[in-house]
Structure formats: C-alpha cells, structure tokens
C-alpha cells in the first residue's frame, strides 16, 4: 500500500514463501504461528509437543500463568475450567487487566492467549466436576485452591486418565510453592498422594487473605509447570524416562530452597 506496510494476507506469503513449499506443518499450525516457534523448532520435545491435549482446572494465580506459558509452547489444545469471573482481587496475583474485570476467567485467558500467543486453539469450560470427562487429555493440570475439588480431579483422572497420562497438582501462597507430579503407572506415587496429600479443605493451611498470592510467584510455578511438561514429551518422544519428571517439586522464597523428591 501506499505506506508501503505489508497486509496479513502478505505477511502469511512471506513467511510461507520463507519456510518453503517443502516443509509440512500441521492445520492447526499457521505460519506465522511456525515462526512464533522458531527459536524452539529444533528441540527434540517440539514434534511431540505439537501433539499434546493439556487441561488446567482453574485460572487463578497458577492457571492463568501456567496456561499463557503453555500456549507459547504451542500444543495441539488447551482446555481451560473455571467457573469464576474477574474481580479487583485478582490483578495482584492473577494474568489479568483492569479491562478484564467481571468477564470469565476462562473467557478472558483465551483472549490474552489470542493477542499475546497468536493461540487459538483452546476450549473453554465452567466448573469442573465428576461429570467433566477427561480421558482425551495427554497433560492435566490442577491449578486449584479447593481440597475438595482436587480429590475429585484426582479419583477421576485415577479412573479414566490415559494410561501415559501425567497429573500435575500446583499449590501457591505468596512465597512459596508445591508442585506434584505423577503418571498413571507411578502407582507409589499415587499411593502417597492419595494417603498425605488429599486431606480435607479444614485440614489444609488457612493463609491470610492478604499473604495468599504474589505475581512472581505464580509465574515461578507456572513456569516450572511447564517445564515438568517440556520433560513429559522428550521421554515421550524417546518413550523412555530420560529427563526428570520428580515427584514433589518444593520452592520457598525467604530461604530460596529449592527442593525435589
């Protein structure tokens, strides 16, 4: 145009023309979405990474970061749960703007995912409960602050999970967190986090309102999150245990311990 700045549709050809008739990606892959990508193609998790189905129940502080730094990854879905709207209170610890206040959590995350990822492929629920089905998931993630609910994720991905599917739970406060990990097949694993992890919501620590949540520390989790996820599909694409996939991840701010089981 007389500006001389390039339209979308020459954008596309550009890079289309860049990367070569040759090359395949698949449909849900666009080139530009390619070239978002480029500096990452080259690792052996990448192909295997295209291929995941990952759902995050809850968009809070933990799912909404975990769930932006996954879509950069470019997975083949993302399904995010949340029943809740955004309000004041969750700008300080939570991915979200001041425009995204009384829209639903889920609704919002998939936009800022849209503008920030160029990300579209993602699927968007309400509340999450024994009715969700979620045996199609390669990754399922627990960004949760409800007892109750994480134990009715966790008997239902017991139940019906895919049998190299990976559970992660994340738990936040304002300095420090907790991540588990474990696949279908780490019967041990599941063992102990049935019998010292899942106890009731009376039972679990009650922070003060105002020392639950920080940003640093919500993204620190999701990025870790994503990270365990990163090692999920190298030892897939390998389909053997090469990278480390611990059991508990443990992180304290004050002290800066960093700690895995």
């Not at 849900?28 to 070239?35: A, D, G, L, V, Y």
């Not at 919500?218 to 599909?233: E, F």
């Amino acid at each position: 145009n007389s500006n001389n700045e390039l339209t979308l549709e020459e954008v596309v050809d550009e890079i289309t023309e860049q990367i070569g008739e040759e090359e395949q990606y698949p449909p849900h892959i666009s080139p530009i979405q390619m070239e978002n990508t480029s500096r990452f193609q080259g690792a052996d998790w990448y192909e295997e990474m295209r291929g995941l189905n990952i759902a995050i129940i809850g968009c809070g502080g933990i799912g909404s970061y975990t769930a932006f730094l996954a879509s950069r990854l470019q997975p083949r879905e993302i399904s995010l749960f949340d029943f809740d709207t955004v309000d004041n209170s969750n700008l300080s610890g939570q991915l979200f703007s001041s425009n995204s206040i009384g829209t639903s959590k889920v609704t919002a995350m998939s936009k800022f995912i849209h503008n920030y990822s160029l990300y579209n492929n993602i699927h968007e629920f309400g509340e999450f409960n024994d009715e969700c089905y979620i045996g199609s998931y390669d990754v399922i993630i627990g960004a949760l602050d409800n007892m109750s609910v994480r134990k009715t994720l966790f008997e239902k991905w017991s139940r019906v999970g895919k049998s190299d599917s990976i559970l992660i739970d994340g738990r936040l406060n304002a300095e420090e967190f907790q991540i588990f990990a474990m696949k279908q097949t780490d019967y041990e694993a599941k063992d102990n986090y049935r019998d010292n992890w899942l106890f009731s919501s009376e039972e679990a620590d009650q922070t003060i309102c105002s020392y639950k949540q920080t940003s640093f520390m919500a993204n620190m989790i999701g990025a870790m999150i994503n990270n365990l996820i990163v090692n999920y599909a190298y030892n897939r694409y390998y389909n053997m245990p090469l990278r480390t996939i611990p059991y508990k991840t443990y992180y304290s701010g004050p002290s800066m311990d960093f700690k895995i089981e």
